[in-house]
């Protein structure tokens, strides 16, 4: 821990719900079942943050999430302003607030080299948090954030369950939600939510070195009896396999797009709706998966498709996905591309995604067979700088990694990260990546040959591995 990382104590964390509210959380911590938490968060939610996400929750009710393409909500234009006008990232390019399309559109890679280069100029930093982006498509990104914005989620996951008849009820002395990983390591802790109602949410991970017991994520699991499970495709695919008894409200997909027949196997496991979010740690969620396309979740999220060459493209064409949005003070999004495509489309009072291409799964397996999660790599890789890197793994389990030519990364170590998460017996070639992939960050980071992930055996993570 570094000596400027301030250290918080539950009341910093919980601000709203004092020490003899905070039962539950303690019986979450020293539940004789319990993973090894390893982490402490809370929501930090003082009385004024909390009643702006009502305030928000009250919008997202009300504020109609339609717009004409190419025709901006009315919002659009004052928040352009703002941050041409006081963030130096967009005042140092320029365009007309008014027209939005004289503003050059920014992506991953701006948000990489400098993403102090976002924060407002009178935006007080107090209450700054930051997160990781998964690097899925690209290096990590570290995207600063505030206890708002992070609260925000709960009003659009709330509103999105109630599309498909489920009600996220919260409350006291329960678990709202269980957020469940798949992963060779990641944070895990108890929390409680002020918006809840001082609810709990849990996140844990399945792999078995974070437990006593590997049974025990069974047991923990049941005892929480969460009304809502969040996770990924990874995460769900080992889930299944466990054989738990809960019966949860709905689960929820997010990070990564959801097959179709992983998500049937899930609604039929579980015995509930299986939603499919797309979302980006840039934006939160974006859109919910309802037939086949993608509505548009909240009224303050502005959606274009972009070519190429970052034209506008008419209803129905497809291109990239391209966000304005301003929930999240400490990084606003103004004409922010994503790297993934689709096409808008209006239906009935809803804003639609159509053919969306996001971040699929990638079928990864070790040197035994287990899968692994492209995360687990992303984190072994960090330390190393790469721009960009693509990891291949060919049907019979050979690897190739591709690195810039000119990458500052030692080759004897890059092998020995990359095998500590696939196993010393796996086949691992590295050689430059083809400059005609461009260096955007937007190659794809992972391919794979293999089937798709609810089809590979049951992940027995090696403590080796860790």
């Known amino acids: ?34 993973p090894i938490f390893n982490y402490g968060c809370g929501d930090r939610l003082t009385a004024t943050g909390l009643e702006e996400v009502r305030r928000y929750e009250s919008a997202l009710a009300v504020e109609p999430r339609f717009w004409q393409p190419g025709k901006p909500p009315p919002w659009v234009e004052a928040f352009a302003e703002r941050c041409l006008r006081t963030v130096p990232f967009y005042r140092g390019r320029g365009g007309d607030p008014g027209d939005l399309t004289s503003i050059p559109p920014c992506d991953r890679t701006d948000l990489e080299r400098g993403p102090e280069a976002f924060v407002p100029d009178d935006q007080p930093l107090d209450d700054i948090m930051v997160y990781d982006t998964s690097g899925t498509v690209g290096p990590v990104v ?28 919260g409350g006291p002395d329960r678990v709202a939600i269980a957020l469940v990983c798949a992963q060779a390591y990641t944070l895990t802790y108890a929390t409680l939510s002020a918006y809840l109602g001082g609810a709990a949410h849990v996140k844990i991970n399945l792999n078995p070195r974070d437990w006593h017991d590997p049974d025990d994520r069974m047991r923990f699991l049941d005892g929480c009896d969460p009304e809502i499970v969040t996770g990924d495709p990874y995460a769900f695919a080992e889930l299944a396999k466990l054989p738990l008894a809960i019966r949860p ?4 997909s997010t990070a990564m797009a959801l097959t179709d027949g992983l998500r049937s196997d899930l609604g039929h496991r579980f015995g509930c709706p299986v939603l499919d979010v797309y979302s980006l740690t840039e934006a939160r969620m974006v859109a919910v998966r309802e037939g086949d396309v993608h509505v548009v979740a909240a009224h303050d999220m502005y959606v274009e498709i972009l070519d190429d060459d970052g034209a506008p493209l008419p209803a129905g064409e497809r291109g990239e996905i391209t966000l304005t949005c301003p929930r999240n003070p400490f990084q606003p999004l103004l004409r922010y591309r994503t790297g993934d495509f689709a096409a808008l489309e209006a239906r009935g009072e809803d804003m639609t995604l159509v053919g969306l291409e996001g971040r699929r799964p990638v079928a990864l397996c070790d040197d035994a067979g287990r899968p692994v999660n492209t995360i687990d790599v992303t984190h072994v890789l960090r330390r190393f700088s790469l721009p960009v890197f693509r990891l291949s793994q060919a049907r019979d389990g050979a690897l190739t990694l591709e690195v810039p030519q000119d990458a500052e990364a030692d080759p004897v170590a890059l092998r020995a990260a990359i095998l500590s998460v696939f196993g010393a017996r796996q086949t691992l070639s590295i050689r430059p990546l083809d400059p005609a992939a461009g260096l955007t960050g937007k190659v794809q980071a992972y391919v794979s040959e293999l089937d798709d992930i609810s089809a590979l055996p049951k992940s027995q993570t090696s403590p080796e591995r860790r």
Do not use: C, N, W
């Not at 000596?3 to 539950?24: A, G, K, M």
């Not at 570290?142 to 009820?169: C, M, W």
């Open 1 to 34: 821990m570094s000596s400027r990382t301030p250290v918080l104590t539950d009341d910093d964390r919980f601000p709203l719900i004092p020490e003899e509210r905070r039962q539950l959380l303690t019986d979450l911590r020293e539940h004789p079942h319990a």
């Open 142 to 169: 570290r995207v600063p954030s505030h206890p708002v914005a992070a609260a925000k989620y709960l009003p659009v996951l709330r509103s999105i369950l109630k599309r498909r008849g489920v009600t996220l009820e």
């Open 249 to 252: 409200k709905a689960l929820v």
